[in-house]
């Protein structure tokens, strides 16, 4: 089993639609969760930490299921721009500087 | 400030030479590191600091080699190019465990 794994899509959605994506991690002791979003052809950027309680920056909520070892990432209203690959990030092993990347979710919003 | 600054954007080495990617960082923050990527995969880490004089490996450290003796640098070098090293380098920095900002990248050809 992958340490991350994403489904790497596309999913195809309309503008203004609600979109969800989920991560499925395997090591249960796993400290730090992130979601990065990457464009085509540039660097990731940081888009959200995932905190226990489940987090909220705008449009994107970020929840994390720590008994089923997943994370979500649950973009409202879709926009155009928000077309792009999303990574999702932990920790591993737990506690340590050392980050493990999942292959990416891509994501198309069409207008 | 720039963030993270990657030297050369682009490169096409032969096999069995030698180079050097540079990064650089104006944010005096710890923590850097040295992402490849390559083509639908992950961003797998290979080396990693946690400051001036520490390093340390990551998942894939073999063929590269780093170093870091001032705070702002953090290059990467590889020995003998082989095929198996074409890929996207991103550096990473950040002032703490939980945040990392990636350079715009060097893209690496060995033919």
């Known amino acids: 089993r992958k340490e991350v794994e994403q489904d790497p899509g596309p999913f195809n959605v309309p503008e203004g639609a609600t979109v969800a994506f989920n991560c499925t991690y395997s090591n249960s002791a796993s400290q730090s969760f992130f979601w990065y979003r990457q464009d085509c052809r540039k660097e990731p950027k940081l888009l959200m930490s995932v905190y226990s309680s489940g987090n909220e920056d705008g449009r994107f909520t970020a929840q994390l299921n720590r008994a089923s070892q997943y994370i979500s990432l649950l973009i409202r209203d879709s926009k155009l721009s928000d077309s792009a690959t999303y990574l999702c990030?932990?920790?591993?092993?737990?506690?340590?500087?050392?980050?493990?990347f999942g292959t990416g979710t891509r994501l198309k919003v069409l207008a | 400030n720039a963030g993270v600054t990657q030297t050369p954007k682009f490169r096409i080495l032969k096999i069995g030479q030698s180079m050097t990617l540079q990064c650089a960082q104006d944010?005096?923050?710890?923590?850097m590191y040295w992402y490849r990527q390559d083509p639908g995969m992950g961003l797998k880490l290979i080396y990693y600091?946690?400051?001036?004089?520490?390093?340390d490996k990551g998942e894939v450290p073999n063929g590269y080699n780093v170093s870091r003796s001032t705070t702002e640098d953090f290059p990467l070098r590889l020995e003998l190019a082989a095929p198996s090293q074409t890929s996207v380098y991103f550096c990473a920095e950040g002032q703490d465990q939980e945040t990392q900002y990636f350079g715009p990248g060097t893209r690496l050809l060995v033919l």
């Open positions: 600091s946690v400051g001036a004089g520490i390093t």
């Open positions: 990030v932990v920790n591993s092993p737990p506690g340590t500087y050392k980050y493990i």
């Open positions: 944010m005096n923050h710890n923590y």
